[in-house]
């Protein structure tokens, strides 16, 4: 079975330009998270998607957004890029994202902002 | 609130012998997974093996093992018989039943030397 795949893999943006990421989880999975990494603040969930429907977000502001589609690939948008959105960004899938259900990680998408 | 505590920024352990990373956890929830990932400096997150909070026994998975002791909160990753490849951060997590998301610690990062 394929694993959860992200693209782009890398990207960079200069400040004040929009990015779409995008997330395919693995088959039959229909719940998906997005979380962001940077060093400074280590992991921090963004939101969590099930059946096309947004069923928890964290605590970011509203230039983050996401959606998920019917086939579960789910895509999220930063607008107005600033400098500290440089991150890595995983996406992870799991079956119904319940709390006994693993959640299986993409390779992420490396965001830099100049 | 939700919390993952690791307490151990980085460790050493010599290649063949093995190695525990500390997890404790904090939740009112009384139905919770917790979970070990293993992330390599390629970034992607791996999962290695999960617990749930009424599992009667630890979780193993090959040379992880998973020492769960519910009434002090903690969920301490064991690996055996360490290798050079285990040379990783590794990240405690935790979801809770209809949480919909999951909460990670800062990380331990393994140096494993020959």
């Known amino acids: ?114 | 609130a939700q919390k993952i505590t690791q307490t151990q920024p980085g460790m050493f352990v010599q290649e063949k012998e093995a190695v525990t990373l500390d997890c404790t956890y904090d939740t009112s929830d009384p139905s919770y997974g917790l979970f070990w990932y293993k992330q390599p400096s390629s970034g992607e997150m791996i999962f290695l093996i999960y617990q749930g909070s009424y599992d009667q026994q630890n979780a193993t998975e090959g040379r992880y093992s998973l020492n769960f002791q519910k009434a002090r909160k903690s969920a301490n990753l064991v690996i055996s018989a360490s290798q050079l490849g285990d040379s990783a951060m590794y990240f405690c997590a935790m979801r809770v039943a209809g949480g919909f998301k999951t909460i990670f610690g800062a990380g331990t990062r393994l140096f494993v030397k020959a």
């Open chain 1, 1 to 114: 079975k394929a694993g959860v795949t992200q693209t782009p893999r890398y990207l960079i943006k200069t400040r004040g330009q929009q990015v779409t990421l995008s997330c395919s989880p693995i088959s039959g999975h229909r719940s998906v998270s997005w979380y962001q990494q940077t060093p400074g603040q280590g992991l921090q969930f963004l939101f969590e998607y099930f059946s096309e429907t947004q069923r928890n977000k964290g605590n970011f502001p509203g230039r983050f957004s996401g959606r998920q589609f019917s086939n579960s690939r789910s895509e999220m948008n930063v607008s107005t890029l600033e400098l500290g959105d440089s991150a890595l960004y995983l996406c992870a899938s799991s079956i119904q994202g319940a709390g006994t259900d693993t959640q299986y990680f993409g390779p992420g998408t490396r965001l830099t902002v100049l």
